[in-house]
């Protein structure tokens, strides 16, 4: 019965591309026009931060010029898009158009990115927080959507809520890096009944954009805090500076 209700489904709701909507073969797929404008990281790339760098590796540690002017507090970190093109528009509508479809192939596309480098030792997986304020608002958290799909794909265990954040900040959009650390000083917390979960574990935070690192700063800070053995970090997208 299953095959022929889903051929059914698919009659009276054909897959859409998760980017456009034009008709595409399977569900929570892209079609190849906006495959092609979605620009996924790929070559080198940073292992602090994941933004891509010219040249090749040669087996040793590589790292940015931004995390070489600003060493990071977490171990390593990657990023499964460049924040841009058809990147940034679902990336907008996972947070803002209440699209959470996105999350699940968003996650295979981060499961991906990550590799051996952030999901070896069956990392706890956890997402950034938002103020109930910005909850209320929004009615759902984009990161802990990403972060559940995460978990699923790599089949591991997530903490919905091992972080708080108690004080309301003013929005990052259009701040320099400097103003956007200074900004979340002490804004995330551990949940003071679930942070004992960190306790010796490796912690993996998701988030869906990196910009300076100043979020996933803060939150490294906190998870630390509440004892965490190591600590890696994961976006969506990344936001690179332009050439």
């Not at 931060?49 to 995390?67: K, Y």
């Not at 390593?76 to 158009?97: C, F, N, Q, S």
């Not at 596309?109 to 590799?115: D, E, I, K, Q, S």
Request: proline share 7%; net charge positive; glycine share 8%.
């Amino acid at each position: 019965m299953r095959a022929p209700v889903q051929t059914v489904l698919s009659l009276v709701y054909p897959p859409r591309c998760l980017g456009c909507g034009g008709l595409v073969e399977s569900d929570f797929g892209l079609c190849a026009g906006c495959w092609a404008e979605t620009p996924f990281v790929g070559g080198t790339v940073c292992d602090s931060c994941g933004a891509p760098v010219p040249g090749e590796t040669d087996g040793g540690r590589i790292e940015c010029d931004d995390c070489l002017r600003r060493p990071r507090p977490w171990s390593d970190g990657r990023a499964a898009l460049i924040y841009d093109g058809r990147a940034r528009h679902l990336v907008m509508a996972l947070k803002h158009g209440d699209r959470a479809d996105i999350a699940r192939p968003a996650a295979d596309w981060m499961v991906r990115a990550a590799g051996p480098a952030l999901l070896a030792g069956d990392p706890l997986v956890v997402p950034i927080p938002l103020h109930w304020r910005r909850m209320m608002k929004r009615r759902y958290n984009q990161a802990a959507l990403l972060a559940q799909a995460v978990a699923k794909a790599a089949a591991l265990d997530w903490c919905p809520d091992l972080l708080q954040r108690p004080r309301h900040t003013l929005s990052l959009d259009h701040r320099s890096a400097t103003e956007r650390f200074a900004t979340l000083e002490d804004a995330i917390r551990p949940h003071p009944r679930r942070g004992a979960r960190a306790q010796g574990r490796i912690v993996l935070i998701v988030d869906d954009v990196m910009t300076s690192g100043a979020t996933f700063a803060a939150a490294t800070q906190a998870v630390r805090a509440a004892g965490a053995a190591d600590v890696r970090v994961l976006a969506l997208a990344r936001v690179t500076k332009t050439p």
